[in-house]
């Protein structure tokens, strides 16, 4: 029974691992059609005159927001008790806003972070008052700046 289990959560990963590589296949291939379509010698002009720092400075604030977003969920695992990786919790992170952005009304990304949680040991009830608490507390900073 075990070794069933097992090679389900095999199947799965590859599954999962499929669906990234057919993604981002498909994403490069849009990518390039729409610049080939679009793109003209004042786009490309404009693309040289891009200040690369400023580039990489908003990638890097993005990175850092995810990987805070996801010590702030660290932080409230640890205080209840559970010991989750960093990366598992940025990964928690990440799925959510993922989620929130494909699915209508950002209604996705909640569940998925409170089965993500619940997989690894966390409680349903622990996990969903746990998201409660984090959206409060980014609540409470967000209206005193």
Same mark, same amino acid.
């Given at each position: 029974?075990?070794?069933?289990?097992?090679?389900?959560?095999?199947?799965?990963?590859?599954?999962?691992?499929?669906?990234?590589?057919?993604?981002?296949?498909? %994403?490069? +291939?849009?990518?390039?059609? /729409? $610049?080939?379509? !679009?793109?003209?010698?004042?786009?490309?002009?404009?693309?040289?005159?891009?200040?690369?720092?400023?580039?990489?400075?908003a990638l890097l604030s993005s990175a850092l927001a995810w990987f805070f977003?996801?010590?702030?969920?660290?932080?409230?695992?640890?205080?209840?008790?559970?010991?989750?990786?960093?990366?598992?919790? %940025?990964? +928690?992170?990440?799925?959510? /806003? $993922?989620?929130? !952005?494909v699915t209508p009304f950002q209604s996705?990304?909640?569940?998925?972070?409170?089965?993500?949680?619940?997989?690894?040991?966390?409680?349903?009830?622990?996990?969903?008052?746990?998201?409660?608490?984090?959206?409060?507390?980014?609540?409470?900073?967000?209206?005193?700046?």
């Amino acid at each position: 029974m075990k070794n069933n289990n097992l090679d389900k959560e095999k199947r799965t990963g590859n599954y999962i691992r499929l669906g990234i590589q057919v993604f981002v296949c498909i %994403t490069i +291939v849009i990518f390039v059609l /729409i $610049f080939w379509k !679009t793109l003209d010698e004042e786009s490309w002009f404009q693309i040289k005159q891009v200040n690369y720092f400023y580039l990489v400075l908003a990638l890097l604030s993005s990175a850092l927001a995810w990987f805070f977003d996801g010590l702030i969920i660290l932080i409230f695992a640890t205080a209840l008790g559970y010991k989750l990786p960093v990366m598992f919790c %940025t990964g +928690v992170n990440l799925a959510n /806003i $993922f989620v929130s !952005t494909v699915t209508p009304f950002q209604s996705g990304g909640a569940p998925l972070q409170i089965y993500m949680l619940n997989k690894n040991g966390i409680s349903i009830a622990v996990s969903y008052t746990h998201l409660r608490a984090h959206e409060t507390v980014l609540d409470l900073v967000c209206r005193l700046l």
